[in-house]
Structures are given as C-alpha cells and as structure tokens.
C-alpha cells in the first residue's frame, strides 16, 4: 500500500474544502485534498448559484445574514470571472404580508446587508415580466455566481502553491491510535488501490457527508441533510436575482445564472445524502410559485430538474429544516470529544466558503505553529485553461471591485468565439463550447463526460447534450488515445487504446443516464419532444443499445425507461 505523508488531510472537494486546501497551502502547510468524486462533486455543484447578499436571512439568520453580506464584496474582489453583478430584488407579491417590506428594511441595517427600496415601476422598466402587481420592491447586492468554475480555480490555485489534490479517492477508514486521529486509508475509486496517509490533523470537510467521515473515529457529527430541489427553465427571463420579500421558503428565488433562470428551492429533510428522488409535486409547486413572480412562467420550458443536499449542522432542537441556522461551525473534537487530529467543519453557505477556510485554517495553524496570515480575501483566483480569458486584473487590497470592464456571462462565450474565428470547431452550440476549451478540460484531468460538463457546460442547454455528447466523447477518446500512446512510448507494454474505447463507451452512457435522471421530472411539452429527439439520436442512429455490456462501469441506457414511450405517444 503506497503511503503518504502531510501535514493537513482535507476530505472533501466542494467549495469548503478546496477553500481550506488553498489556506493551508498558501501559508505554506503540507495539504492534500481529498474527494471521492469530481470537484463540486457533492453540494456545491447541485445549488442554484447564487451570491448572497445576505437578505434572504436577515430576520431568521442574522449572523449568517452578516457574513454573506461581508463575503459577498470579498469574492467579487478574488473571482470576478466566476460572478456575475446581477443585482436583486426583494419583492412584495400579492401573496406576501405587506407589512414584512418595514420588517426587511430594518433588519438588512441591523445586519449589514446593503439594502435601497426603490419605485415598483422602476423595478418593472428593469424587469418587464415581472408580476405588475407587485406592491413594493427592495434592492440588495445578490449576484450569480459559477461554483464549478470556482472550486476549479481554487483549486488551480491550491496546487499552485504546492497542495495535491486527489480527485475520485474516496475514505475508507480513518487511522486512530488512542485519542488522536494520526491519518487515513483512501480507496482510489478508478483503480481500487488503497493509499495510507499519514498526517498531523485531519480536517474534515465533507458537507453533507461529514457525519459519516467523523464515524470512522468513533465520533458524532450531526449533520441534518436537506434536499433543495431546482429547476432551470429555457429563458433567462431576468436579468436581476427576483426574491419574494418574505421568510424564507420554498420556491420564492428566480436566479438568472448564464443562458438560463433557475426557479428554487425545496428543504425537504432525507435521511441519506446519497439516497433522495424528485417528486413530480416539487415541481409543479415550484412551477406555481414561478407564476406569482413572473405571469405565464409555466408557459417557459422546463430544461431539467437537480436537487442538492444541503449539509445543516443540528446542534440543538428545531421544528423544522428552514429552522436550522444556515451559519457555519468549526468542531476541534480534542476539546469537543477528547479525540485530538481531527477538525469538523459544518454548515455554512457556498458565499461564506472563503471565510469557513479562513476561521478553520487560523485554528490549524495555530496548532502547528505557524504564524503565517491569511492572504485569500486579497488574492485574486487564476483562471483555468478551460475557461475565457479576460483582461488582466489590478486588485488592490483597498479596492471593492477589479478594475476590468463588465461583461455579461452571456456574452462571453460568443465573443470568445468571434475573437477565435471558431465557429466551425463549436461541440456545443447551446453553450458555444469549442474544441479547444473541451481538450483544456480533458488535459486538465477531466475524467469522463460529467466531469467536462462542470467545467465548460458542455451538455447544459437546451437539447441536454444531444447534439455535443457524441461528439464530446469522440474527443475524450482521440485525447485518451494519445495520452495512452505517449505512456506505450515511454515503456508501458500496452499502449492503451482499447482501454480507451471502454472508458468512452462508459462515459457516454454514464452522461446519458444522469442527464435522465434530471429530465424525468419535466417531461412534457418542447422538453418531451426534445428528448424523442436525442432517443432516435443515440438508439435508432447510433445504436448506443450495444454498448450494454459496459453498462456497469456507466449506468443503463436512458431509452430503456417505459416513462419515454409512453409519455411520447400521449403528446
């Protein structure tokens, strides 16, 4: 068994925990991260994308309410090419308490949050379809934001400054001996080898999961998993985040995120992170709460249901899941549990990640004896090799805003594109995603066709990869095919091609059973025909039934599930 030695173990490859790998490294600590999946594997890529303002919580959660208000000015300052300055609107429909809006008004004072009420008709000349029978209307800073592209950048960052970053290693067990955790055991999920690491702490950072990691020391950690389920409809028909001005609850958020608007969520408990569906109540809820935002919002086609799971930390009774603070805890079991080398970091918000690391890597630090500050509320993120390039960025520690020109996200890829003279190398067209930016993702260590959809949006539009999935897993096979070669070339006695040839057949049907699990809950309609399309793509044309006997390193095929046929023959 190959072993390993650092100073920090990281479990845990979302936003928090790519945060914590990039601290610690930056202060000059021993760090590798590890995550079962791909980056954003877990929560961080299965939320609605939003940049808090803190508004949503500054009567139920004044503290988490500060902290994004506070977080929300740093990472537009570090990761101005992963947000987009939308704006938000808090606004009274008339469903809602009208007298909430004064309720509102003065807790964003209380707690910090930038707030402006201003005329409803100004709101409706910024954002025409928006219900006219809105009574009031308030400003805050809420923002969309990319999370794929930062956990990406993050870590690029992270391994710039020397941490390794362990991608499909999932733990298995952690090593104690007496009352100190002193390493772990890593299954690599793409080989089944084991590695051992030895390390000074282990900091756990698992989200959702964090519970089930602090189990293999014997310890308890209650993390509470609730599911927010979203729906992302055609049309970006805002430009603006539109919140209903009430408490929170579910279905009350249209974010405009790129080409798309995302209507949430639902906060419905389940009792394994790994284990939930969406039920067809949940989106005809949410479809009808779209309507008294935006009239005729169930008229917009429905592109594909996700749900994420929320990691709540349950350190006292509460009668529901809105209930639990969506503010963060950082647990030394040493003090907590009388076990010393492991720390717990739970809870929290995709938009206070930064801050978590911050708090959680000052606690390491200080163990270990190093001195060194924090530097990541000023240092502003590389971009990776897949992404648009956009001019360089002068930050100051001062300043609040990088001082590069606005651009919508829109407008990116079509520019990038017309600056390229790429047209005719387009594999996406929903998305504008070019051959390059699809071999940057797969040379950067892209694993299967999942793992190039986070980083481009390859397969995100319209047709949910209908016309790029083909062509997307030709290129995973040329590339693979190459990097095999090279490997034969340099001493290895298989070259590897047909190695090749297997693991594209099962990413192809790996993306086209995921892609499944997200269209069943809105097939009807554009989005019906739609997907009859890609069946007679992948099964009447390409045969892609063939493929079964890899079924098991992928998933079944899509077309197999009667719902298809049936729902076909009734439109």
């Not at 609605?48 to 988490?64: E, I, M, N």
Request: proline share 5%; aromatic share 6%.
């Amino acid at each position: 068994m190959q072993t390993l030695s650092t100073d920090v173990l990281v479990v845990g490859g979302g936003a928090t925990g790519t945060g914590c790998a990039r601290d610690l490294a930056m202060r000059g600590l021993r760090c590798i991260m590890v995550e079962k999946g791909d980056l954003t594997h877990g929560t961080t890529g299965r939320y609605h994308g939003l940049l808090h303002s803190g508004g949503r919580y500054v009567t139920k959660d004044p503290q988490s309410a500060t902290e994004c208000a506070h977080e929300n000015v740093v990472l537009r300052r570090i990761m101005p090419h992963c947000i987009e300055d939308t704006s938000g609107f808090f606004v009274t429909t008339p469903w809602d308490d009208p007298g909430y809006g004064d309720i509102f008004l003065a807790n964003c004072r209380k707690t910090q949050v930038p707030v402006q009420e201003i005329p409803v008709a100004e709101v409706l000349r910024r954002e025409p379809v928006l219900n006219p029978q809105i009574s009031r209307a308030f400003e805050v800073p809420d923002g969309a934001a990319d999370s794929f592209l930062a956990a990406h950048s993050t870590a690029l960052s992270a391994r710039e400054h020397g941490a390794q970053i362990l991608t499909y290693h999932s733990v298995v067990d952690l090593i104690r001996e007496g009352d100190r955790v002193v390493g772990a055991v890593l299954e690599d999920l793409r080989t089944s080898e084991h590695k051992r690491i030895t390390c000074a702490y282990v900091l756990n950072a698992a989200g959702a999961w964090a519970g089930k990691i602090a189990g293999f020391a014997g310890l308890t950690v209650t993390v509470v998993p609730g599911k927010g389920t979203m729906v992302a409809m055609n049309h970006r028909m805002v430009n603006t985040v539109i919140n209903r001005c009430k408490l929170p609850a579910d279905g009350d958020i249209l974010v405009p995120i790129r080409t798309v608007a995302v209507i949430g969520t639902t906060d419905i408990h389940v009792p394994d992170p790994d284990v939930y569906g969406i039920e067809p109540e949940e989106i005809q809820f949410m479809l009808d709460e779209g309507e008294k935002l935006v009239p005729g919002f169930k008229q917009y086609r429905a592109l594909r249901a996700w749900a994420g799971v929320r990691p709540l930390y349950k350190d006292k009774d509460a009668a529901s899941d809105r209930d639990i603070p969506r503010t963060y805890k950082l647990l030394d079991h040493a003090e907590r549990d009388g076990v010393d080398g492991i720390v717990s970091i739970v809870g929290g918000k995709w938009t206070t990640y930064r801050l978590m690391a911050e708090e959680t890597v000052d606690h390491l630090a200080k163990k270990l004896g190093n001195t060194t500050p924090c530097r990541t509320a000023h240092e502003v993120l590389p971009v990776p090799t897949s992404e648009f390039k956009i001019q360089s960025i002068d930050v100051t520690p001062e300043s609040t805003q990088p001082a590069v020109p606005h651009l919508f996200w829109m407008g990116k890829p079509l520019a990038d594109v017309e600056k390229t003279d790429s047209y005719g190398d387009l594999i996406c067209e929903c998305e504008l995603v070019t051959r390059a930016r699809v071999q940057a993702a797969i040379d950067s260590g892209a694993n299967n066709l999942d793992d190039i959809r986070r980083d481009v949006r390859m397969g995100m539009g319209p047709c949910q990869g209908g016309w790029c999935i083909y062509r997307t897993t030709a290129l995973l096979f040329e590339r693979r095919t190459q990097q095999n070669e090279t490997v034969g070339m340099n001493g290895a006695d298989d070259p590897g091609a047909p190695f090749a040839i297997e693991h594209s057949n099962a990413a192809l049907l790996h993306f086209l059973q995921e892609r499944w699990k997200g269209l069943t809950p809105v097939l009807w309609g554009d989005q019906l025909r739609q997907s009859r399309i890609d069946e007679l793509i992948y099964v009447g044309v390409m045969g892609v039934h063939h493929l079964r006997p890899h079924a098991e390193q992928g998933g079944g095929m899509v077309t197999d599930h009667p719902a298809v046929q049936t729902e076909y023959v009734k439109a």
